[in-house]
């Protein structure tokens, strides 16, 4: 079930803090309004106004984010700062524009009330974070690709939770379990492929008969990393895999397509001023065309073309479909923020209308990149099981990619999302989209591609 998936087990923690700044904050207001009043408020609508601001506020700041580190004073002092000026500017509104005459000012009542609730917040992070730096410790036993696979993949970004890693070959296990047995592992991870002797699957029974977690390693790439590399799984685990089940007309297919619907319409009416502003700076910024369009791989593998708001030159692609680049020069100079706040993909709203689309998926592929990227990537076409998306849970968790190499990491990415889709999961792909768009991030690659 969704409640027992790896992404929520990992997020337990950080929502617990969100609900210990929600206390803050009520605590810091009631104690500065008795200083004042000499009474309680309790939960009053203020008190909700000012926990709501201080929540969307650390969120969008990333003080919730897996990777957030509190030890740095001024993301503090800035998260203390933003949730100030909202309640200024929300004070202003009320005493300026409907006169209504507050005795709880800035200075003398927000003020305190946020610097207390920051210090608390600040402490509890710091103490959490403090806990959650311990490295876990975990003995993975396959074959020498797999292996290979899971060192490849620590480079990359992983969870919140810092790995010590033993690695061992399928002929070593016989020798090397004993002391893993004495040793203080968080668990044991065991590779599709690996070849295990009996004596080794002895040694491992006894092993998780003392307490010990041994889960295949698939599984540990799904708890710890958040994502399933292609090369960990054969065709014959897919073929009987539990999960993949958002297929057409389960419950959860049909009601995903009833959100996609709703909100797209809703987006779409509200974005369209936002959008008619932007067809007029592109129009008069070169005079070309307003849109862009181009045929993408749909579900099953059907083509499907999409609309984009134009961000590059009428002639980027006289040479050809090519990867986008890092400060890419085919980009305009409309384009650049077009691409930076996401802007240019609203148009998309209407391939989401129609079918083509969703909302949360896998970002759809150009064909003429698909024949290269299915060849070199094993498991490549499960992507198309489901409508691709505008957002997904690659685009939140893997910076801007645009290489066969990014591919294949967001194809991790990609099959988690397929095994554990979810539509709580839809809403935190969602609310991260909202983040990073707020910030003005992943909008192009790190580096330039040749």
């Known amino acids: 079930m969704w409640w027992r998936s790896p992404w929520l087990r990992q997020r337990i923690l950080w929502m617990g803090l969100a609900a210990f700044d929600v206390l803050a904050v009520c605590f810091s207001y009631n104690l500065v309004y008795w200083f004042h009043f000499q009474s309680l408020p309790g939960v009053s609508g203020s008190v909700a106004a000012l926990a709501c601001l201080w929540i969307a506020s650390s969120y969008l700041l990333g003080r919730y984010s897996l990777r957030y580190r509190p030890n740095n004073p001024w993301r503090t002092a800035l998260g203390t700062a933003v949730v100030c000026l909202l309640v200024a500017l929300t004070a202003a509104a009320l005493n300026w524009g409907a006169e209504i005459q507050d005795p709880r000012t800035l200075p003398r009542f927000a003020l305190p009330t946020a610097l207390i609730a920051a210090g608390a917040s600040s402490l509890v992070q710091s103490r959490v974070h403090q806990r959650q730096a311990r490295p876990e410790h975990w003995a993975l036993i396959g074959s020498d690709n797999e292996l290979a696979v899971v060192q490849a993949e620590q480079k990359l970004e ?17 020798d090397h379990l004993p002391a893993l047995a004495q040793a203080d592992l968080a668990g044991i991870a065991i590779g599709e492929r690996a070849q295990l002797s009996e004596r080794a699957l002895e040694q491992l029974l006894a092993m998780r008969g003392q307490g010990c977690q041994v889960i295949s390693l698939v599984n540990w790439s799904e708890q710890l990393l958040q994502r399933v590399p292609p090369e960990l799984f054969t065709s014959h685990w897919l073929a009987q895999a539990e999960g993949f089940g958002l297929q057409p007309e389960r419950l959860g297919w049909r009601l995903k397509r009833l959100g996609d619907l709703v909100v797209a319409v809703a987006l779409l009416l509200a974005t369209a001023p936002l959008m008619a502003l932007a067809a007029l700076l592109i ?68 391939n989401v209308i129609n079918g083509d689309m969703s909302l949360i998926g896998p970002r759809p592929e ?29 685009q939140v968790c893997h910076p801007y990619g645009a290489s066969v190499d990014d591919s294949r990491s967001k194809l991790s990415y990609d099959l988690y999302y397929l095994r554990n889709f979810s ?22 690659p790190k580096n330039n591609i040749s």
Request: charged letters at 25%; a positive charge; zero cysteines.
């Open 366 to 394: 150009r064909p003429e990149f698909e024949q290269d990227l299915e060849a070199q990537i094993p498991h490549y076409r499960i992507r198309h099981w489901i409508r691709p998306g505008l957002s997904g849970w690659a």
């Open 283 to 350: 129009k008069l910024e070169d005079g070309g065309p307003i849109l862009f369009s181009q045929v993408r791989t749909g579900i099953y593998g059907q083509p499907f073309r999409i609309r984009k708001l134009r961000s590059m030159r009428s002639d980027a692609e006289r040479h050809g479909a090519r990867w986008a680049s890092h400060s890419d020069p085919r980009i305009t100079r409309i384009g650049r923020w077009l691409r930076k706040l996401r802007i240019d993909e609203l148009p998309q709203l209407l």
């Open 158 to 174: 992983t969870g919140p939770t810092p790995l010590q890693l033993t690695l061992l070959g399928s002929a070593g296990a016989d």
């Open 423 to 444: 539509l709580p999961l839809d809403s935190l792909i969602l609310l991260k989209t909202i983040q990073l768009v707020s910030r003005g991030a992943g909008s192009q």
